[in-house]
């Protein structure tokens, strides 16, 4: 019922830095939603998360350097991504998790990071 666009995903060098977007087809207000990614040979693992109240979670290997943030008037949720390293490259999922019935996602943004 909840369709997830990603976008923002690109190539970049290393250090520098990449905005991800999530516009959801219906309020998120009332939803915990997050960052998940997915390197090359490796299990999807959450990046970032917030939830319906604000709180934020991040990854060890993030923090400081990402941040997540969410504009329930767009129904949207960014990733703001600096300082990026070779190891963020992956797809770069969004999630939302609709109580009582499960999580959704989107179909992901790749992000590579390379020199």
């Known amino acids: 019922q909840v369709q997830l666009v990603e976008s923002g995903g690109g190539l970049v060098q290393p250090g520098e830095s990449l905005r991800l977007s999530c516009t959801a087809s219906?309020?998120?207000?009332?939803?915990?939603m997050g960052w998940h990614r997915q390197a090359p040979g490796k299990q999807r693992e959450l990046v970032a998360s917030?939830?319906?109240?604000?709180?934020?979670n991040y990854a060890d290997s993030v923090k400081g350097r990402f941040t997540i943030s969410r504009d329930n008037v767009k129904d949207t949720i960014y990733l703001q991504m600096n300082s990026l390293k070779p190891e963020d490259t992956a797809v770069y999922y969004c999630?939302?998790?609709?109580?009582?019935?499960?999580?959704?996602w989107g179909e992901g943004t790749l992000v590579t990071v390379s020199s």
């Open positions: 917030i939830s319906r109240v604000g709180n934020t």
């Open positions: 999630n939302v998790n609709v109580a009582g019935r499960g999580n959704y």
């Open positions: 219906s309020r998120i207000l009332i939803y915990d």
